[in-house]
């Protein structure tokens, strides 16, 4: 099975922006979608953003609308998530995830698997 192991988390202020990049153990090309979660302690599991390369197409939560940008790298074997703007409601643990199920874009959690380990993100004024 194809493991995803994210990076790019950290400690930004307010407005700044982070790269939060997923790295795959294997061929991604395969997968229907290529999603970002998010979930804070004792919180429910949210879906940020959501790519299908396959079908050309992008989704987002409309809390991240217009300043967070999902990109596949079917080469690489990577997805990121360009974080701009940030706010302190951002401030979480943040999933990749994939999936061979469709329809995916806008999917939740429970339709995703392969999940990544997380990587905290931490927004500060």
């Known amino acids: 099975q194809v493991q995803l192991v994210e990076s790019g988390g950290g400690s930004v202020h307010t407005g700044g922006s982070l790269r939060l990049t997923c790295a795959a153990s294997?061929?991604?090309?395969?997968?229907?979608?290529m999603a970002w979660f998010r979930q804070g302690p004792g919180q429910m599991r949210e879906g940020v953003a959501w790519?299908?390369?396959?079908?050309?197409?992008?989704q987002y939560d409309e809390s991240v609308e217009g300043r967070f940008t999902i990109s596949q790298d079917n080469a690489q074997n990577m997805v990121s998530l360009q974080m701009n703007n940030l706010r302190s409601d951002d401030t979480t643990t943040y999933y990749c995830?994939?999936?061979?199920?469709?329809?995916?874009?806008?999917?939740?959690?429970?339709?995703?698997?392969?999940w990544g380990q997380g990587t905290q993100v931490t927004v500060s004024s």
């Open positions: 995830a994939a999936t061979s199920a469709w329809p995916c874009v806008g999917a939740g959690p429970a339709r995703f698997g392969p």
């Open positions: 294997g061929d991604i090309s395969n997968f229907q979608c």
């Open positions: 790519v299908s390369q396959r079908w050309a197409m992008t």
